[in-house]
């Protein structure tokens, strides 16, 4: 749920009162606004197999996040979360015992060192999102830092040197506002490259190590595509379409010569297709079409055989991979329903294939590409919850009121599926904008299917997965027309004899928690009550202050603030401006540490909301930032919110 190209934001008043919120910095809480704070208190767990289990069960369910296959094959690194906050695991590629890596406030990404003795991590404060980064070997009983935390300075890791210690990443840094790519190496020394203006990222570097792909941001959906030499500096562009397009987000993988690349582009159409790039000819060439967007594009395989890729419909992801020898598709084992991540090397067959799905709260399989053979190498703990309970989505299609087709993914409970009581409905709106609603694990969702409450999950204009065009229709000026979607939504439910549409809340984070501020304001009367994290109140104040490196993002999903016609915009269309129309109870909540919107935000709509007589309680969180890392502030926060919004959709007795 996170918003890509938010940085810290607050109203100009805080600001001239002394709270000097920068990118990467808070202005810190106004503790005089009534919240409630975690505390300890005894986390009941309901006794397994209740009816219906306590929510803290749900939240105990986890998985594996970002499986890594090592480059010699004999191991698999994940994140998990098991122990209250993501750390680092390895585990023997086939199956076996997992080893925790790392004790720290939790990891922020991994990766890999080239010959397979270790990995790289990052940590950041409390989701500051300023990590250091730091090496620990396979088994655990060596650690060193790498690179310590820098003012300013938010990293982003690209890729290493094939064989070597070198690795690029990028980083603001070298003035707290650009995105630069940066070599080091696992010894500590680190050299500027390439001075970037705004958003430069550094992505994989060619086998021979003389080159790395880079992205410049164009949009939050779109970037350019560059070769940068790391020899001499210079870079090169490869792509900079008109209409502007993406290249980075799809994955890419070189081949052995460093003479040409596969990658997922959707240069020229609306979905993402596979694509090889020839650096003698600069020429792409397609090799795969879908009717959805392609991603995880990787070469595979000693030899790099296999050619492998995921396509996306309507968001649940399908694993694809091709026979390069044969030139034939290759008949792949079925896997469970959600999204998916894959990783594998040219030194090994095997590739580790990571599945969330709505049944899955993260599992591992390692795949044999040579044989086809399948091995479910890490199982979910579903934390003695039924699976059987648990409840697929179905993608349902509408019409909103200006003729633009939408789409989303609507949960229904087991009693009104089956003809019972229509149920109430809770819209779970995502961050973005330019995200998407999956098929996966969503253990408050279920919980309140468990209850009886129908989810729907609303991929509103401007959510990516439908086509280029889809993605750009809340550009701007349009924004508000994706606001205007929640409600023409809610009214295609009311045709649904399974769902009581006149008993509706609205919940979303980051972009989301905006979308829930701007809804109830804007459509006062259509839902009946809100829960809104971390999401934004003024956009002039959020896009002002915005990071540099992201603004390039931002001048063109919303506008240049800096123009007028931009500002009187949204100076009229804020929720904030609009807050006196809102007439029905909101949870808000806030982490204290966030680097992307400022507390502040949040602060004001609880203290408006409050001398207007409307309900709003308000859960603040000191040691998080954009988002719940912690387990103990999860289990604290999300008891509160199911709580709230089973009263706000109880109906009369």
Same mark, same amino acid.
């Given at each position: 749920m996170a918003v890509r190209l938010m940085a810290a934001a607050g109203l100009a008043a805080l600001f001239a009162a002394g709270a000097q919120a920068q990118f990467g910095g808070q202005s810190g809480a106004d503790l005089s606004i009534e919240a409630i704070e975690p505390a300890d208190e005894a986390v009941r767990v309901g006794v397994a197999g209740e009816d219906p289990a306590d929510i803290a069960r749900y939240l105990l369910a986890s998985g594996a996040r970002g499986a890594r296959i090592s480059p010699d094959g004999a191991h698999i690194a994940f994140s998990w979360s098991i122990t209250g906050e993501p750390q680092l695991w390895v585990m023997p590629a086939l199956g076996g015992q997992a080893r925790r890596l790392t004790f720290a406030s939790g990891i922020t990404f991994f990766r890999w060192l080239p010959d397979a003795s270790g990995l790289i991590y990052g940590a950041d404060n409390n989701g500051d999102e300023q990590p250091a980064y730091f090496q620990v070997s396979t088994d655990g009983a060596a650690e060193s830092e790498v690179l310590p935390a820098a003012e300013g300075g938010f990293r982003v890791f690209g890729d290493f040197a094939s064989g070597g210690s070198a690795f690029v990443f990028s980083s603001t840094e070298r003035n707290g506002l650009d995105f630069d790519v940066w070599r080091a190496t696992l010894e500590g020394e680190a050299e500027l490259i390439f001075e970037g203006t705004f958003g430069y990222f550094a992505r994989s570097i060619s086998p021979d190590g003389r080159y790395s792909l880079v992205t410049e941001t164009v949009g939050e959906d779109s970037d350019n595509l560059y070769l940068l030499d790391l020899e001499t500096g210079a870079i090169d562009a490869l792509s900079t379409p008109e209409p502007r397009a993406n290249h980075g987000d799809g994955g890419s993988a070189w081949t052995a010569d460093s003479q040409a690349l596969y990658l997922a582009t959707n240069r020229g159409r609306e979905f993402t297709a596979l694509e090889r790039y020839d650096?003698?000819?600069?020429?792409?060439?397609?090799?795969?079409?879908? #009717?959805?967007?392609?991603?995880?594009?990787?070469?595979?395989?000693?030899?790099?055989?296999?050619?492998?890729w995921s396509v996306n419909l309507d968001g649940f992801q399908e694993l694809h991979a091709r026979d390069l020898e044969s030139n034939q598709a290759v008949d792949l084992p079925a896997l469970p329903e959600g999204t998916l991540t894959v990783s594998c090397d040219s030194a090994t067959d095997l590739a580790a294939i990571g599945v969330n799905g709505w049944a899955t709260p993260g599992d591992i399989f390692t795949l044999d590409l040579a044989s086809g053979d399948v091995t479910r190498a890490f199982a979910s703990n579903l934390a003695g919850l039924d699976p059987d309970r648990f409840i697929r989505p179905e993608s349902i299609r509408m019409t909103a009121r200006d003729g633009v087709e939408l789409q989303g993914l609507l949960y229904i409970p087991d009693a009104a599926s089956g003809g019972g009581e229509p149920a109430p409905v809770v819209f779970d709106v995502h961050g973005g904008p330019t995200a998407q609603s999956y098929a996966t694990w969503e253990?408050?969702?279920?919980?309140?299917?468990?209850?009886?409450?129908?989810?729907?999950? #609303?991929?509103?204009?401007?959510?990516?997965?439908?086509?280029?065009?889809?993605?750009?229709?809340?550009?701007?000026?349009n924004r508000l027309d994706s606001v205007r979607d929640l409600v023409d939504m809610l009214n295609h439910l009311e045709d649904d004899d399974r769902i009581d549409a006149s008993r509706a809340a609205v919940r979303g984070g980051s972009y989301g928690g905006y979308a829930v501020n701007a809804v109830l304001a804007a459509f006062p009367g259509e839902f009946d009550a809100g829960v809104s994290l971390f999401g934004v109140a003024d956009w002039v104040t959020a896009l002002e202050i915005a990071s540099p490196g992201l603004k390039a993002s931002d001048r063109i999903e919303y506008g240049d603030i800096t123009e007028e016609r931009w500002r009187a915009f949204y100076t009229e269309n804020s929720p904030i401006r609009q807050a006196g129309r809102i007439n029905v109870p909101v949870l808000y909540s806030h982490?204290?540490?966030?680097?992307?919107?400022?507390?502040?935000?949040?602060?004001?709509?609880?203290?408006?909301?409050?001398?207007?007589?409307?309900?709003?309680?308000?859960?603040?969180?000191?040691?998080?930032?954009?988002?719940?890392?912690?387990?103990?502030?999860?289990?604290?926060?999300?008891?509160?919110?199911a709580a709230f919004l089973e009263e706000m959709l109880a109906g009369e007795d």
């Open positions: 650096l003698a000819t600069g020429e792409f060439d397609v090799i795969e079409e879908a #009717p959805g967007d392609i991603r995880h594009v990787s070469l595979c395989g000693i030899g790099q055989r296999w050619l492998v253990p408050v969702m279920q919980y309140l299917l468990d209850r009886g409450i129908a989810v729907f999950q #609303p991929n509103v204009r401007g959510s990516t997965g439908f086509g280029r065009t889809y993605t750009t229709l809340d550009d701007r000026e982490g204290v540490m966030d680097p992307r919107i400022d507390i502040y935000e949040t602060e004001v709509m609880v203290t408006t909301l409050r001398e207007n007589g409307v309900r709003a309680d308000f859960i603040r969180i000191p040691d998080e930032g954009h988002g719940w890392r912690k387990l103990s502030n999860q289990l604290f926060y999300f008891r509160r919110e």
